[in-house]
């Protein structure tokens, strides 16, 4: 029996059809609904990498799952990476549930940011329910900087840092900012949140700090970042 020629030749036109030993004659103007190429993948790979590529970034973009700690009646939705990057972060707050007098977040910000994006979240958590550490209310005119915000660590279930181009600057001199996340880094208390920025320029200056998935005001608003903060941390 003639073999067909269209996984070697195609048979994309009626001539390569006409040339074909087992498929010339009754092929005369021959239109495959199925087309074999050795130039093209099969159009079932093209559409599922393509379909997969489209779902995974509504996926990203919208979130398509809940974490176990989600309330109930909960509309705030998350990637299935974010559950994974928050999840150590949860079971570390359950395990500190016991503590008395203590904060529910602790918020490192750039001083730059004090008045802008970082008492933005701030306010935005407070409305939310979250108790929150934050040097603008909590550090008192002539208190020790430092040792206040050693008591602030401490006394705090979840450290949060707002990752702004100001804090950026901030981590490369070295300053306040750099010895709390010092402080963070050394627990699986950090949450990231990058806002005006991105990851990438983040490992540039703290490889460490961008090593850690968090959250990202460029894939979420601010409320809906404060919101998962807040679900996070009520217990």
């Known amino acids: 029996m003639a073999q067909c020629t269209a996984p070697v030749n195609g048979h994309r036109t009626a001539s390569g059809a006409e040339n074909c030993p087992a498929c010339r ?3 005369r103007g021959y239109r495959s609904s199925f087309s074999y190429s050795p130039y093209r993948s099969p159009s079932y790979s093209s559409l599922g990498s393509s379909g997969s590529a489209r779902s995974g970034g509504a996926s990203r973009a919208g979130g398509n ?10 509309t705030v939705v998350y990637t299935p990476v974010e559950v994974r990057t928050l999840t150590p972060v949860r079971e570390n707050v359950e395990k500190r549930a016991s503590i ?16 802008g994006a970082a008492k933005e979240l701030h306010d935005f958590l407070e409305e939310a329910g979250v108790s929150v550490w934050f040097s603008e209310k909590d550090v008192l005119l002539g208190s020790n900087l ?9 006394k705090s279930r979840v450290g949060i840092v707002l990752v702004t181009p100001a804090l950026l600057r901030r981590l490369q001199s070295e300053g306040i900012a750099d010895k709390e996340l010092s402080a963070l880094l050394a627990r699986d208390l950090l949450v990231p949140i990058v806002h005006e920025t991105t990851y990438e320029e983040l490992r540039e200056v703290s490889p460490l700090l961008g090593s850690r998935s968090g ?8 409320t809906n970042v404060a919101a998962k903060l807040a679900e996070l941390v009520t217990l």
């Open 25 to 27: 004659g009754g092929s």
């Open 65 to 74: 799952t809940k974490p176990r700690w989600s309330r109930a009646g909960s």
């Open 100 to 115: 008395p007098d203590i904060r529910d977040v602790f918020l490192c910000h750039a001083w730059d940011d004090r008045g």
């Open 146 to 154: 430092l040792r206040e915000i050693d008591k602030g660590l401490v």
């Open 215 to 222: 959250l990202s005001t460029a894939e979420d608003s601010m």
